[in-house]
């Protein structure tokens, strides 16, 4: 399903924009230049503690294959593809998460990162509506739940396959992001516990997180290419789009 269609009068931030893009970088992260729009959450097949219930709202999301159960996070940066100059170039897109100081024992085994390929909100949980008709009740990787092959995994930030508090992980992206650009959906991130450490779930900080690593440590996507301004001034020029179109008439 592609996203774009045709309009005579075009006032979306993307149209607003297309004559000031351009070869450029943009950084997207929850709160920044007045960003709003991330979904994140994790949820097991542990029922205890209410982790198949799912924690939209936690300062941090992870996972890990930990007590027989598997773990899972998702991640959306919602809204991101109407940066991007449609059909435009984009040169790199890179994802960066950070593993944050004061959450005690956030150090964990490595993970992957998979594109999911269905819509999802954050309180969406193990076993829900998304992918409550696969194999298993937690997403799968199936290629119609979210990608059977990884775009990229955190091996290389770990040692003996744990990555460490403090770690800044980060994931070349730029093909998934260049799909967005070429008019894909964008449905966000799935991370997949590779299970290498024997168990030790992986805490990430969420866009909810305000801890003492600052919201630096949120998560993060930065790209280059043809892209319009940053986040904080697509509101503006849209409203300032929208104000010429009136004074015309």
Not at 86 to 98: C, D, M, R, Y
Request: proline share 4%; with cysteine; charged share 15%.
């Amino acid at each position: 399903m592609k996203r774009f269609t045709q309009s005579t009068l075009c006032l979306s931030a993307a149209c607003l924009l297309a004559g000031h893009a351009g070869a450029d970088t943009i950084t997207i992260r929850e709160g920044l230049n007045g960003y709003a729009g991330t979904q994140d959450t994790w949820f097991s097949e542990r029922s205890t503690g209410g982790e198949n219930a799912g924690f939209p709202e936690t300062s941090y999301f992870r996972t890990g294959l930990w007590s027989a159960a598997n773990q899972q996070a998702v991640l959306q940066f919602v809204g991101a593809e109407d940066f991007l100059v449609p059909g435009g170039t984009i040169n790199s897109a890179i994802l960066q998460v950070t593993i944050p100081n004061d959450i005690t024992f956030s150090d964990g085994e490595t993970n992957a990162l998979h594109q999911m390929l269905v819509p999802w909100v954050e309180t969406d949980t193990y076993g829900s509506a998304p992918w409550a008709g696969g194999a298993t009740p937690q997403i799968d990787l199936d290629d119609v739940e979210a990608s059977s092959v990884a775009i990229a995994d955190s091996t290389a930030f770990g040692v003996a396959n744990v990555i460490p508090q403090g770690a800044v992980v980060t994931f070349d992206v730029t093909a998934v992001v260049q799909g967005w650009a070429n008019g894909d959906d964008n449905f966000g991130f799935l991370f997949q516990s590779l299970g290498l450490a024997g168990g030790g779930g992986l805490f990430m900080a969420s866009s909810e997180y305000d801890g003492a690593d600052g919201e630096a440590a949120r998560p993060t996507l930065i790209i280059d290419g043809d892209v319009v301004p940053e986040p904080g001034s697509v509101a503006l020029l849209a409203i300032g789009g929208a104000l010429l179109v009136r004074r015309r008439r």
